[in-house]
């Protein structure tokens, strides 16, 4: 037969168009888009009996474990993470390479991705994933640190196809100078590689959380209060004049306060290379699911993260944000920890929070899995505007601005990868389509879901991941997981302005 697999009887959603169409597949390619491909030349045959069909998902901010755990002991391994992934319809995964402080030398990023895919060659991977860079300190001094890195980012980017940084305003430890933020963003701009940027005034967090602590409010909710929307908002504004000041394109990651979008849509609407990405959390959950319910004390530490969950007033400039392209993305910001020590005999990263101490709760919460249940929800509810919305934001803008698009985020014969979605048909229900979200359902290592018992309108029925089901109405095709380390280009989306506010350039570009 001329095709491995034929989709038949979908409605292709890409984030531009939006038909009813037939999708052949050869090997781990898409080779054929058209309105009706004869059964004859299938070897097999999913039909979607009218469902959505959508490029699988691209989850660019997931964290799991790494050789080097600057975030603490996360829940997942890779393996796991992907596998998780696949179940709520995500087939790419950009997952972080955290530096290991003790290399040095122009190769020393280069050894710590090296290390990182090492580690995860070892496991069954159920989706391809990358890697940025988190680069918790620069080397040497003075204008030396900007040369060490621009070395560093060049051979990072030659030997293991890295095109993205993250950089961060606060957490002790990884908290960065104002100058050497400069220096990130002058060897980015030097390289072509993207900046995200986790934008929080770290002193602030920092002078706030001392002072709640000594008049004795150490509770979950306390976390939120340390850092409310302006400590995200003043660092926003400081990170663009920064990337002003050299020129480079930034992208602000998990984006939930109202005065960061201001600022970022006041630069965007002014042509600045500023993008942004937000995640579920901060347009379905609110500070009020940080307080300890169901009696149980410390249930709110399950929904600590930073930036925190916002007042729900917020949730609405969220979803604006989405629809009005402020948000250029959706990313998880999966970073899960175990809740129960009891669960699986292994590490409890809560155990840790000294007298119920907010300090303590590691940051972060599971959602790799349903992202893109809750997004494609969302369209159903009116929230979001429209399936190519939905599309752009989770599938092919991430593919875009982290260089692996075609390859992936879309539907293009011959180019793309076959990552594919074959969503439930909206009209009908079946016994295997779930109705609400249950832990159960999310093949993740974590034992809590923020969004237990939330009612969903669709799930993935089908994910196809480089040509193969590996998830199908519930169940995981373990013998079909063939997932792989991506290189990555740079970023399609974003290029400097050539436009800084004072007579200075950068040497190199002089010449
Ligand atoms: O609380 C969060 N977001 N944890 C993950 C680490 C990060 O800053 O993205
Ligand atoms: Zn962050
Ligand atoms: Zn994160």
Known sequence: STYDVVIKNGIICTASDFYPADIGIIGEKIAAICDCIDPVHAGEIIDAEGGIVTPGGIDAHVHVDEPVKLLGDVADTMGEATRSAVAGGTTTIIAFASQDLSLTGPHALSQSVKNTTDMYSKQRLYCDYGLHMILARLEGTGTATRDILDQQLENVYQDCGVSSIKVFMTYPGLQMSDYNLLNAMYASRKNGITTMIHAENGDIVRWMTESLEEQGLLEPYYHGVSRPTIVEGEATNRAVTLARTMDNPILFVHVSSPEAIDTIRRAQTAGLKVYAETCPQYALLSDEDTKCAHGDDFAGAKNICSPPLRPEEVKQA??????????????????????????????????????????????????????????????MRNRLSSLMKFVEINCTNPAKIYGCYPQKGGLLPGSSDADI???????????????????????????????????????????????????????????????QYIRRKKSSLSSPNNAWPSEWRPAYDKK
């Open 318 to 379: 969220i979803w604006r944000g989405m629809n009005n392209g402020s948000f250029t993305i959706v990313g998880s910001d999966h970073c899960a920890y175990l809740y129960s020590s009891k669960e699986k005999g292994k590490h409890n990263a809560f155990a840790k929070c000294e007298n119920g101490r907010f300090r303590y709760i590691p940051n972060g919460m599971p959602g790799v899995c349903t992202r893109m249940p809750l997004l494609f929800d969302a369209v």
């Open 421 to 483: 979605i074959v969503w439930y048909p909206n009209d009908k229900q079946y016994d295997l389509q779930p109705e609400v979200i249950t832990n159960d359902l999310l093949e993740h290592a974590c034992d809590y879901t923020p969004y237990e018992g939330v009612e969903i309108k669709n799930w993935p029925r089908f994910t196809i991941a480089r040509g193969k089901v590996v998830y199908k109405e519930g169940k995981l095709m373990h013998d079909n997981a063939r997932g």
